[in-house]
């Protein structure tokens, strides 16, 4: 066997095990951090395509042939989600600006990410998929009303360019996935753990850019930085268990934990792009402090769900 390909099949299996590794690597060598910014994009491309290839497309075919469910979890995660969450963070009285921060979370899309991570927790990656682009199509149409009604907050997102952004991503990565299974054809079901492999690497070079300036803010900071990564595994925590409890008792349970699961992984670094120069510092703090819980989360709770999802 090729000896790369024998290391992506061990890093595939070993996904979860590795991803905290690359937040590490990302505050060790800031100034690779800082320099790896521009790579967000193509890295997002990715993970996406790279989800695509992996998904099932036969049970995506039946997911868009009756969208309904898809189209209402993700307008639960959208609305529903941050009406339940406001109040709590309202009533625990934090730092004003953390509870801004998790409101705004707590109404943000989907991350692309989630797709890839719920394959190697026995989630269902295709309705992950289709909730991580649902939700960022929908969330121009919610998230301004919601932060101006909730926090007070005027966000001018322009829609089209939102909308071109995302349209952009998704026909990049589409055609990279359809390239990799012609490319592969009979062979793909075998080479499932390799493109896990894959998508394991990308997610460890995606966490290094995320992790630009987190260390200058931990020594000018120590102790709030401390409280917005506590809040911001708070928050995932809060997010994925309002929304798997309250479907628990109408839909199967990979359903309901995988819905929950998208609902605790937000795409905050969104946020970066349609906050106004006023909006409160501790707002992108904790964009910063989020990035912890995003790649340590599927760390914790793989334990949890192959105990809910035995194979």
């Given amino acids: ?6 290391v992506l099949r061990r890093m595939g299996g070993r996904a979860t095990t590795l991803l905290p590794f690359s937040l590490a690597i990302g505050l060790v060598f800031q100034d690779i951090a800082a320099a790896a910014r521009p790579l967000l994009w193509p890295l997002a491309v990715a993970l996406l395509m790279l989800a695509l290839a992996r998904t099932d497309w036969m049970r995506l075919s039946t997911l868009l042939r009756r969208p309904g469910l898809a189209v209402v979890l993700a307008l639960l995660n959208l609305i529903a989600v ?17 509870i801004a921060a998790l409101c705004l979370s707590a109404m943000a899309p989907g991350i692309i990410s989630a797709a890839t991570t719920a394959t190697f927790l026995r989630l269902d990656s295709s309705l992950a998929l289709l909730l991580t682009l649902f939700t960022n199509f929908l969330v121009p149409f919610t998230l ?20 071109l952004r995302l349209a952009l991503i998704v026909a990049v990565a589409l055609a990279g996935a359809i390239a990799i299974r012609r490319f592969l054809g009979s062979r793909l079901a075998g080479a499932g753990t390799t493109l896990d492999g894959l998508s394991v690497v990308v997610l460890m070079i995606f966490a290094i850019p995320l992790m630009d300036g987190v260390v200058a803010r931990a020594l000018a900071e120590p102790v709030k930085l401390a409280g917005f990564v506590a809040g911001a595994f708070g928050g995932m925590i809060l997010c994925n268990l309002v929304m798997a409890a309250g479907l628990l008792p109408f839909l199967d349970r990979r359903t309901a934990l995988t819905a929950g699961y ?19 510092a501790d707002i992108f703090l904790f964009i910063a402090a989020v990035q912890f819980p995003l790649y340590l989360m599927p760390t914790l709770l793989e334990p949890l769900y192959r105990r809910l999802l035995p194979r």
């Fill in 262 to 280: 998208c609902s605790g992984g937000r795409h905050n670094a969104l946020l970066m792009a349609v906050l106004p120069a006023s909006a409160d």
């Fill in 144 to 163: 301004p009303p919601l932060a101006l009604w909730l926090l007070d907050l005027d966000l001018r997102i322009s829609l089209v360019d939102l909308s």
């Fill in 1 to 6: 066997m090729n000896p790369v390909v024998h």
């Fill in 82 to 98: 941050p009406l339940v969450v406001w109040p709590i963070w309202q009533a625990l009285g934090l730092w004003p600006g953390l």
